[in-house]
């Protein structure tokens, strides 16, 4: 694999954040991109904030190690515990998963009543509802942690009586805080492959149709800003290239996330 | 914490072994007991061999530099990959999950037709048909992967609608590939929560009730011998000290899989 000078980073607890890649690839065709999944580690999203952010660091040393103009944290939990750091810490730009999905919640929500979906560690972070109350002092946010929506789209079980049952049974939780949320954040880089799933429970529990905020798009309009701004937009023919800590079926999985062949995927100790 | 020389030292990916820890207490109350789980790492049921081997030296020798007199490797997926190696490089003696469970699902077996539940990685290794067959070279053994248990366990997700579903999923497998299994081998450490659900729903397929072979309790029964045999039995109070890599959620998890509340929690970094 190249060294790669000047691609964009994008680090994620697995294979998740292969969603991101996709929404970059569509966004941005010309840049090269190096993923890294810590699969060996994974998942971060039930994991104590110093644990993940001990994986973050190393997540992003590794990247910035190999020359990346642009880190991107895909992983929603990841980017709750460590972007502050991170940014502190790190010369190149860094940007999160979290303040893109909050500015289009904002931009979507007429009532400024707003739902988010994540792990349990982005729920008890508060950070989505810090990010959308930065924009939108006067909205409503409510938060609802949803476990296992990560196990079923790494299974692929995104249809049928199982996911709707357990979406159901989330998105009632939220209907329970907020029955007037016009606005759902997919919190989470799986839960787009359980949209279909969630649109319809939220039709159904809420009377009417959700917006619903995936973050892979509002990261990838949020990257090429960040390039832009900077100069630092590539022309070339663009590329991908993935390293993981664990290769154990990332190539079936994230190909499933990616919806397409990973061809240059490469295993890394982070230790 | 004490050192604890001489104690009965258990690890696993997380909680999980602490269903283990349970029958130990009860076969051996005078027992001390150290406990550790790998939390900040979990789970290990979809990472690969070359992973799980790796953290579960890590996890051995952090044991046996604490002295412990015997070492239960609870995790049957760190069972399937790492016992071997753990005999071959420790002097102290090393019970894993997988031969236990296997001795007690022949002795359970009249047919001789044995189904086992496990994760990706036990199923994948082919660990439990190998030591079945070693005890009864004519059993015809059936394996099913099951990914979302373990996350439907944690969660307390353990009676209603979807445990049912996802239950008769996995077991309409099993029937698919031997409708004439008695004997369901229980795994992982995780499925015992899961019994009520998984024995309605064999009783359902199968038409008649199963046997279920719980690991926990046969590698209590299995540390009782190798202790008596070398004349390693204690006589004191008992005592469970626990170690975990991640703090979150162990005691809240963890107490459900004990059955009781766990007052003795120190963090510690494995890398």
Known sequence: ???????????????????????????????????????????????????????????????????????????????AFALDTLRSELEVPVLGAVVPGAEEAVACSRRRRIGVLGTIGTVQSGSYARA??????????????CPLLVPLAEEGWTNGDVPRLVV??????????????????????????????????????????LWMVDSAGAMARAARAALSQRNLLADGQGSLGCFVTDRSRFAEVGGRLFGGPLADVEQVDLG
């Open 168 to 209: 159901e049974r989330y998105l009632g939780e939220l209907h329970g805080s907020d029955p007037e949320i016009d606005t759902l954040v997919l919190g989470c880089t799986h839960y787009p492959l359980l949209k279909g799933a969630i649109a319809e429970a939220g039709e159904r529990l809420f009377g009417r149709p």
């Open 132 to 145: 959308i109350h930065a924009l939108a002092p006067e909205a409503a946010v409510a938060a609802q942690a």
């Open 1 to 79: 694999m190249q060294m790669a000078m000047g691609s964009i980073g994008v680090f994620d607890s697995g294979v998740g954040g292969l969603t991101v890649v996709r929404a970059l690839r569509a966004a941005l065709p010309a840049e090269p991109i190096l993923y890294l999944g810590d699969t060996a580690r994974f998942p971060y999203g039930s994991k104590s904030p110093a644990t993940v952010l001990r994986y973050a660091r190393g997540n992003a040393r590794f990247l910035v190690e190999r020359g990346v103009k642009l880190l991107l944290i895909a992983c929603n939990t990841a980017s």
